[in-house]
């Protein structure tokens, strides 16, 4: 069984580009988590999923994160504009159950290293 | 507010000896409890869990972890470390009632297994 697959694995950008990240999660797995983890740090959640309703997206910095996940599958997270603080690795997870998080593992991908200029 | 606190940054144990990664964790009403390792340059894998039942949770790899409650703690243990467990220890917790899967992660402890 394939797991959670992102991409890119890392990005270079200079500050005030944008950028994207994409996330396939396991087949079958309804909740999708997006989590950043700053170096030397536990992650925080971004923003969690369940099948394509943004349930939980306190944590999003709306001003310039956006994320979507259309037909329930895939996810994208884009930043725009990117700006130095944003140098982070972006994990995404899935799991199989709605509350993942409180019954049940989180399965999370390689990561996406981003360093802004 | 939930909330998980590793106070070591960094463990070093040798190699055959056994390991303890502590945890403490703080939530309204009864926790569940993780135990994640990262790799580097990898996503984190999950070791073991702690929802209710026994308070020796058995998981991956020979780890586990007991779970203590009047002490608020959940402290990861191997009774023989091996080179190859050297990693980064996230623990973590949800709130039985929580918001609906939001876990919250300490901050991380570094396991040097030295041969």
């Known amino acids: 069984e394939a797991g959670v697959v992102q991409s890119p694995r890392y990005k270079i950008i200079e500050k005030k580009q944008p950028v994207a990240f994409w996330c396939n999660p396991i087949s079958g797995h309804n909740t999708l988590y997006w989590y950043l983890q700053n170096l030397g740090q536990g992650p925080e959640l971004l923003i969690r999923y369940e099948n394509e309703e943004a349930v939980d997206d306190s944590q999003l910095p709306k001003d310039r994160f956006s994320a979507e996940r259309l037909k329930g599958v895939d996810s994208t997270l884009k930043i725009q504009p990117a700006e130095l603080g944003d140098s982070a690795v972006y994990l995404c997870?899935?799991?199989?159950?709605?509350?993942?998080?409180?019954?049940?593992?989180?399965?999370f991908g390689e990561g996406s290293r981003l360093t802004v200029l | 507010a939930q909330s998980v606190a590793q106070p070591e940054d960094q463990v070093n144990v040798a190699e055959g000896n056994p390991l303890t990664v502590k945890c403490t964790y703080s939530?309204?009403?009864?926790?569940?409890l993780f135990w994640y390792v990262q790799y580097p340059n990898r996503g984190l894998q999950f070791l073991l869990k702690?929802?209710?039942?026994?308070?020796l949770v058995k998981g991956s790899y020979g780890f586990e972890a007991e779970f203590n409650k009047s002490q608020t703690s959940f402290h990861l243990k191997k009774p023989s470390a091996l080179v190859s467990d050297s990693a980064l220890y996230f623990c973590?917790?949800?709130?039985?009632?929580?918001?609906?899967?939001?876990?919250?992660f300490g901050q991380g402890t570094e396991l040097s297994v030295k041969p």
């Open positions: 997870a899935s799991s199989s159950l709605p509350q993942g998080g409180s019954t049940g593992e989180l399965f």
């Open positions: 939530v309204s009403g009864n926790p569940y």
């Open positions: 973590a917790v949800s709130a039985l009632y929580n918001q609906g899967g939001k876990l919250i």
């Open positions: 702690y929802i209710t039942g026994d308070n």
